[in-house]
């Protein structure tokens, strides 16, 4: 099995954040994703990861929409990574 993780970003229209914030959260995936995280960054910036276990790096998997065109700034950024290894640190998130 392989391990990828999917990347998306996205910079909401001027005044937005917030809402594009909720509306990432709000998304479903159809498919639960082995672990899914939701960050804010400067700029009004969101990005979610999710992290899929799969039969290959190319396989189709489920991915966040397109917020509508409003809501956002610029296009959407998508990337796609293959997990190489992983260490499990002491991470309380806090």
Known sequence: MTVVT????????SGRGGELLEWARAQTLGAAPLRRETFRA?????????W?????PDDRLPELPDPDAALIGRPVHRWRFQSLDFSAADFTGG
């Open 6 to 13: 999917l990347m998306w970003e996205a910079r909401a229209a």
């Open 42 to 50: 400067p700029g009004e910036r969101v990005l979610v990861l999710t």
């Open 52 to 56: 899929w276990e799969t039969d290959g």
